[in-house]
């Protein structure tokens, strides 16, 4: 079964048109008979839920400060409220999707995070795998499978993780032929604000080291490089006209 992995973030989860528009295309693609996965986090969601209960939002080095009441918000929001909304609008547009975690059947699992710089994370997980079986057998019966960046350690731990790292990890555990970050911005821009059209995995992670990528494009890097080395032939940041990664 060939499958491709799709991570929706950035602010098209926020703006209901641009969201509109990025899950058309995506219905176009399953209605050609594409098998796809729709993979997603949801921080400004978060970030107002915790706001409506009145827990301040806390981050180090990019990641969330998880404690326990805000793993609470997390995944209610996550595998509830912007799980739950991705899934209703494809229904309204003709497509049998489910939601599921990545905590649902090890779909995927985490390690707790290691402190950084000596900062306690809390409930923040780094992936470590990823099992496709429960994806694969919704995909084989005409589901398109919508997954929130939770996880679970093999002990059932929640975990919070990073939605690129999921979308990668996963991409990797279905033996995805693509991974796509569709985001709120064209793809990698280069010192003169172009977008690099194509980029080659030996050159990706002088890219991460370069004063040239910022804010939540390294995650992407990141995440996208651990793909291209573990079998992900082509990886796509923004949509059409954005920055092909590719393997070799």
Known sequence: MNINVIK??????????RRAQALEAIVRRWNEGENLVLV???GKHIDAALAKVGIARKTYAGLRITDDATLGVVVSVLAGTVNKLLVGELTALGVRAAGISGADASTLVAEPHPPIDGVELGHVGRVTSS????????????????VSSIAATKGGALLNVNADSAAAALAIGV??????????????????GAVVPRLHARDVATWIASDAVTGGMRPKLEAALGALRSGVPVITIGEEGGTNLVAA
């Open 40 to 42: 997603h986090g949801g």
């Open 8 to 17: 929706l973030g950035g602010s098209l989860l926020d703006d209901p048109a």
């Open 131 to 146: 099992n496709a079986t429960l994806v694969r057998s919704m995909l084989t019966y005409g589901t398109l499978p919508v």
């Open 175 to 192: 033996r995805a032929e693509s991974l796509c970050f569709i985001t709120d911005v064209a793809g990698l821009l280069d010192a003169n």
